[in-house]
């Protein structure tokens, strides 16, 4: 089935602790990206990469990094996880272009402790 | 710089009323607005958007969304409510960010329909 995979669906990890979320698409979508939700705030986008190869911080980029090493895959790293990045983790695809919607994973619950 | 207001956190409905869940926006330029539901512990899903045209768009699952220009407002609404309807939406504009193609989302409306 088509869509957008993430692993792990949910992790609890030390503070300090290094960590990436996995992200894997099969619909050949150039652009993709990683959004946080938090009660109360909605989504807002971490990073984002229009095209493999290509990377750009979104709203909230500090204290993680991601790679676009091809078009299927947009790891998103944790360099060293602190408490206040507990949250719901999702990553989304999309055909380029601005007016077209995006599709999401099913995401990725982490807390940090 | 670019944003979206969803003024109310919990709408209920009962059955097979109709439903109205509100959204407003501020947007430099053409806007460019999106809906989303979010089911329990699933990602979001794609409802439908507004780009240009008809200010009534009509969507998945019955849904529609009216535009108004003079309101700045994206209101969705669907004629008759179904329990299966009750999740979590969320209202969306494109950002303007040059580069960035990402969306900014309201902080959404937990929708109820009761039997």
């Known amino acids: 089935i088509a869509g957008i995979t993430q692993a792990p669906t949910s992790q609890i990890l030390a503070a300090g602790r290094r960590m990436t979320l996995r992200c894997t698409q099969d619909?050949?979508?150039?652009?993709m990206y990683w959004y946080r939700q938090d009660l109360g705030l909605g989504l807002r986008l971490i990073h984002y990469?229009?095209?493999?190869?290509?990377?750009g911080k979104g709203e909230v980029p500090d204290g993680y990094s991601v790679s676009r090493a091809n078009t299927d895959d947009f790891p998103l790293t944790l360099a060293s996880a602190v408490p206040s990045q507990t949250s719901v983790y999702f990553c989304?695809?999309?055909?380029?272009?601005?007016?077209?919607?995006?599709?999401f994973g099913p995401g990725t619950r982490l807390t940090v402790l | 710089a670019q944003s979206v207001a969803q003024p109310e956190d919990q709408v209920n409905v009962a059955e097979g009323n109709p439903l109205t869940v509100k959204c407003t926006y501020s947007?430099?330029?053409?806007?460019?607005l999106f809906w989303y539901v979010q089911y329990p512990n699933r990602g979001l899903q794609f409802l439908l958007k507004?780009?240009?045209?008809?200010?009534l768009v009509k969507g998945s699952y019955g849904f529609e969304a009216e535009f108004n220009k003079s309101q700045t407002s994206f209101h969705l609404k669907k004629p008759s409510a179904l329990v299966s309807d009750s999740a979590l939406y969320f209202c969306?504009?494109?950002?303007?960010?040059?580069?960035?193609?990402?969306?900014?989302f309201g902080t959404g409306t937990r929708l109820t329909v009761i039997p």
């Open positions: 969306a504009v494109r950002g303007s960010q040059t580069g960035a193609n990402n969306l900014f």
């Open positions: 947007v430099s330029g053409n806007p460019y």
């Open positions: 990469s229009n095209t493999a190869g290509t990377t």
């Open positions: 507004y780009i240009t045209g008809d200010n």
């Open positions: 989304a695809s999309s055909p380029t272009g601005a007016l077209n919607e995006q599709f």
């Open positions: 619909m050949r979508h150039n652009a």
